[in-house]
């Protein structure tokens, strides 16, 4: 803890159980990995004190929530949480409101809060292989997301992308990815009579399951 010029701690791939609250006395800190030590399942309030803490690696430990710590966390811009055994996101997950990556995939998250829409600067948001079963439309509004996978859950509308045009641009749709994601929200919106605040785009092809 009277390590306050430090600014990177990596400690991955170890068998840390809890993580100390005199880690927020190193007030230099701007980039912590705790990734598979398969335990961690918080973290202490204390660690919101660091102000410079920009990327934090949590992969592969015991978390069933977003720690509240990271939430009151307004600096941080890249966080890992996958393989941990989420059900939910906290509704204040946009108080994170500089964050530009979200990695999620490998957990057992049954649905999405609307205040993710309020997430203006996120761009690159991970949920594969989760138990989601729809698609917020709030989520069409978030004009920076760039990159976004949904593959490997249990949507309730069965989407397909319309064929390429080309070889190239085949190999390069994200079959679950932005053009996915939009579309899901378009026929959704259509099955719901909410097409006024629909974006049109091509029509895909879709079956109920």
Request: proline content about 6%; some cysteine; glycine content about 4%.
């Amino acid at each position: 803890g009277q390590l306050t010029s430090l600014q990177e701690l990596l400690l991955s791939y170890n068998r840390i159980k809890s993580v100390p609250k005199e880690i927020s006395n190193c007030v230099s800190l701007e980039r912590l990995e705790l990734a598979v030590n398969r335990s961690i399942c918080d973290l202490p309030p204390q660690l919101s004190d660091l102000k410079k803490l920009s990327h934090i690696d949590l992969c592969i430990n015991q978390f069933t929530t977003i720690p509240s710590a990271l939430l009151n966390m307004p600096n941080l811009e890249w966080l890992d949480m996958g393989g941990n055994k989420l059900q939910e996101l906290p509704d204040a997950i946009d108080r994170m409101e500089n964050l530009h990556a979200l990695w999620l995939q490998r957990n057992e998250i049954n649905s999405l809060p609307e205040t993710i829409g309020n997430m203006k600067n996120l761009n690159t948001l991970v949920l594969s292989n989760n138990k989601l079963k729809d698609i917020p439309s709030c989520m069409k509004d978030m004009t920076n997301l760039r990159f976004v996978n949904f593959r490997d859950n249990p949507l309730e509308l069965e989407v397909t992308l319309p064929p390429c045009e080309n070889t190239e641009e085949e190999e390069q749709q994200e079959m679950f990815g932005i053009e996915f994601m939009h579309m899901y929200i378009q026929e959704s919106l259509k099955k719901t009579g909410n097409l006024e605040s629909c974006t049109s785009g091509p029509s895909p092809i879709i079956n109920a399951n």
